[in-house]
């Protein structure tokens, strides 16, 4: 834990005691040298002493810097040529001299330095009196000066130890000595340079010329050598750097070790990373503190000098000496000595700032060479900085949705793994699949683009509307689901109910109002399966029955014993339609007004060996998604219009109507079909009828116009089946080339007990008779409904009421015994009622 400087006596105290202690043998020894022994050099000693101060290598640990001085080489040739006293004092003095000169140490440190220089050459002279000198020849003497200058290393090191453990803590004394290392071979240098020097001034005092030209030479090439080393260390540290950074876009840690190696580098006391908001990133703001591990979430310096580097796109450096005046007096206000901000670049874009402040050591601050140095982290950064948003971006869109920005499928299924195994006990992980109504029909009549906002639009509602906590996704073209946890099944269709509501409002597409609808299918985990994907699957069952019911279904195992049934009957559907095995049924048409049979619908039935009487959407529905729907319909085409021939050739003249989806009026080349099928049967155009899907049709867009205005054409009658179960209007008939409108059964069958049932059947017979069309009414069950709809004078009607859809022999029958008289009506007045057939 850092303490405050002023600590530092507990260490300056016993230095200046140990000074004392150690010069006490030589003050009171008899043999000390006098005073005035070689005076003559102590100036220029002085002066040299002076000088040597800044022949120097620079090391730093934490927040101190180090630096191991050539003033060795003077110190040795005053303890040679001058008394101890002497060379106390010259140390001494020319430390204090140098430091005022550079610049003023506080108190605590200046009280070190001093205590230091007093031991230290107080530790030497001991050596020296202890073993003496003799000629500046003889080795021993040699051996002795160079041992003298070790014991003052030795005792200088040991104080800026005991300094560095009191201040930071005994963690911070491995990396120090580590770093003191390299200065053992200066001080053997020092060593050897200072004997060098005595041996040759002893031969001639001339030679002391000769020196002053060697040393200022020296002094020049040790500077180079000293810069050269502190470059190469900078390139190694920056291809190290660099290497790091590569390695990091790959774990995350980034800015980790950006941050922490700059600051090393450059030996600041903190180093910054800012990234404004761009986009869908936010604002990234992370500091690294020398006395600090981690990184923090903040800086130390004004947001003015980023915004400033930011603006203006160039470096802004400021120190105490450099600078504009008011950002030194910014800077100077927050506490911080000097401070580098450099832009970081993406594509000649600057997309945030590097920055390091506060240049480790009072006497220090950042040069040239700092910012030449953080320019070229820098590009490096912004390069790595970039391509880690890119790694980041290309794994945001391996798991999100290009168009609306919501996750996935492969996110959904990764989520609802996460979400299942870390449930509570008493939660249900739940799905709930929304695929949204007509989109196709969207995308043809207004486009693609329309399409794309729809979407976007659904997407947007369903994040807004959304329980906190749930995961939106889109998972299909126009399915979206949403993953989240809840108390139970109850609760997951009741948030799937307000959800599909909040989806109904009207969107505003290009100057258009759209009424927008979803089928929403739920299943839950643990109930409905144990894996994801099943999951999902199921839900996708429970949407596809939503579709026929229009409420929010709930997944069950029926719903998918229906399903499962429904891929195995695809291999059967082909083989029935093969062989025959498909029978077409004939419901009767009849003309309410004389209960007169005017014509019959074709509806294909299949009697499965297995299965037993498969349902209609089943088999309709596998011959669409296997691509045997055109063999389907020309099954029940063909059986149609020979039946019509046969009835023709018996005396019936009645019409046939069968059933098309808009899939098969896609098909350019169907009117040709049919008027084949018809010139081979002779069968009159006008009696066939071909019944269209309000649903496929009225909403699709008109794909299927140019192949329904070639059949009217050639004479075939249309029909709009199903009307009033869709959003369709009569305006939207107003483009087909109908001719007929058949009124859906729901609203037939309830117009007997619901008012608004009939109020609906009624405006359709209206409408429908001033639109000049026919109309047939479904589901004709009772004679209550059968009188209401002759009241409104509704021209045709099917139902149980007449006839269920009969197999052909049946119907036969059914026509021999269709007319009975009725014996309550006079023999004039006659009168004959089709028979219900049950």
Request: charged share 20%; hydrophobic share 45%.
């Amino acid at each position: 834990m850092s303490r405050d400087e002023k600590h530092a006596w507990l260490i300056t105290g016993p230095l200046f005691l140990l000074g004392i202690l150690l010069s006490l043998p030589l003050v009171l020894s008899d043999e000390t040298r006098p005073f005035d022994y070689n005076i003559g050099y102590a100036p220029v000693l002085f002066a040299l002493a002076v000088v040597a101060t800044h022949m120097q290598l620079r090391f730093d640990a934490r927040r101190q810097a180090f630096v191991f001085w050539m003033n060795d080489v003077p110190v040795l040739l005053t303890l040679f040529y001058l008394s101890p006293e002497l060379a106390i004092i010259i140390r001494l003095v020319a430390g204090l001299v140098w430091n005022t000169f550079t610049g003023r140490l506080g108190p605590h440190k200046a009280a070190f330095n001093a205590a230091g220089h007093i031991a230290g050459v107080a530790a030497a002279n001991l050596v020296v009196f202890k073993f003496g000198l003799g000629e500046a020849s003889d080795p021993r003497t040699w051996l002795v000066l160079g041992a003298a200058i070790v014991a003052l290393n030795v005792i200088t090191l040991a104080g800026i130890s005991g300094v560095m453990v009191l201040l930071q803590g005994i963690g911070c004394l491995p990396q120090f000595l580590r770093s003191s290392v390299p200065g053992t071979a200066v001080m053997g240098v020092n060593i050897v340079l200072g004997l060098v020097m005595l041996v040759t001034l002893q031969a001639s005092e001339w030679a002391a010329v000769l020196l002053v030209a060697l040393t200022a030479v020296l002094g020049l090439v040790y500077r180079a050598y000293a810069q050269f080393l502190q470059q190469h260390k900078s390139l190694t540290s920056i291809y190290s750097l660099t290497q790091d950074i590569a390695a990091s876009n790959h774990t995350g840690a980034l800015p980790d070790v950006l941050l922490g190696r700059v600051r090393m580098l450059l030996s600041a006391d903190s180093a910054t990373l800012w990234l404004p908001d761009q986009g869908r990133y936010d604002e990234v703001l992370l500091s690294a503190r020398y006395d600090y591990q981690g990184l923090l979430d903040s800086a130390p310096t004004p947001d003015r000098f980023r915004q400033l580097a930011m603006r203006t796109g160039e470096t802004i450096a400021v120190g105490p000496k450099v600078g504009d005046p008011e950002l030194r007096s910014v800077l100077q206000n927050v506490g911080v000595k000097d401070i580098i901000v450099v832009p970081l670049r993406s594509g000649g874009v600057t997309i945030g700032t590097l920055e390091v402040a506060g240049r480790l050591g009072e006497r220090t601050a950042f040069g040239t060479d700092d910012v030449q140095v953080l320019e070229t982290l820098s590009a490096h950064a912004g390069v790595a900085v970039e391509n880690s948003r890119l790694v980041d971006r290309l794994q945001f869109d391996a798991n999100h949705d290009t168009l609306t920005g919501l996750a996935n499928r492969r996110r959904m299924l990764e989520a609802l793994g996460e979400a299942m195994s870390g449930r509570a006990p008493r939660e249900v992980v739940a799905v709930l699949l929304f695929d949204v109504v007509a989109l196709r029909q969207v995308n043809d009549s207004l486009g693609y683009a329309a399409g794309d906002k729809v979407l976007i639009e659904v997407a947007r509602r369903l994040r807004d509307l959304a329980p906190q906590g749930a995961l939106v996704a889109r998972v299909g073209d126009d399915e979206f689901a949403v993953e989240l946890r809840t108390a139970g099944a109850d609760a997951a269709v009741a948030v799937a109910d307000t959800l599909r509501s909040g989806l109904r409002d009207r969107m505003v597409i290009e100057m258009l109002t759209i009424d927008i609808d979803t089928n929403v299918g739920v299943s839950i985990y643990p109930d409905h399966g144990s894996e994801p994907e099943v999951l999902l699957q199921r839900a996708h069952v429970a949407t596809h029955v939503a579709k026929s019911r229009g409420i929010v279904q709930l997944f069950n195992a029926g719903l998918q014993s229906r399903s499962v049934r429904r891929v195995g009957l695809a291999a059967d559907l082909k083989a029935a339609l093969t062989s025959g095995e498909l029978e077409v049924y004939f419901q009767p048409k009849v003309a309410l007004k004389d209960r007169r049979l005017v014509g019959v619908e074709c509806l294909a039935r299949w009697e499965h060996p297995v299965h037993g009487q498969v349902a209609p959407p089943d088999f309709v529905a596998v011959a669409e998604h296997t691509g045997q729907l055109a063999r389907l319909n020309g099954v029940v085409l063909r059986e149609g219009i020979r039946r019509a021939r046969e009835w023709a050739d018996a005396g019936r003249s009645l019409s046939v109507s069968v059933n098309l989806s808009a899939r098969t009026l896609s098909d350019a080349d169907f009117p040709l079909y049919v008027a084949e099928m018809l010139d081979e049967y002779g069968v009159p155009v006008d009696r066939l009828m071909l019944e269209i899907s309000e649903g496929d049709e009225l909403l699709g867009g008109g794909r299927s116009l140019p192949t329904l205005n070639r059949l009217r054409d050639l004479g075939v009658r249309l029909s709009v089946d199903d009307f009033g179960a869709g959003r369709s209007s009569f305006a939207d008939l107003s483009r087909l080339p109908v001719q007929e409108v058949k009124i859906d059964r729901t609203f037939v069958q309830g117009m007997a007990t619901s008012p608004s049932d009939l109020a609906i059947v009624r405006t359709i017979v209206d409408m429908a008779r001033n639109f000049g069309l026919d109309v047939v009414a479904e589901g004709v069950e009772s004679e209550l409904t059968l009188g209401l709809l002759e009241d409104m004078e509704c021209g045709m009607g099917q139902g149980f009421l007449f006839s269920r859809a009969l197999p052909y022999e049946r119907f036969e029958s059914w026509l021999q015994a269709q007319t009975d008289a009725d014996p309550t009506v006079a023999p004039e007045g006659e009168v004959r009622w089709l028979r219900a057939v049950p």
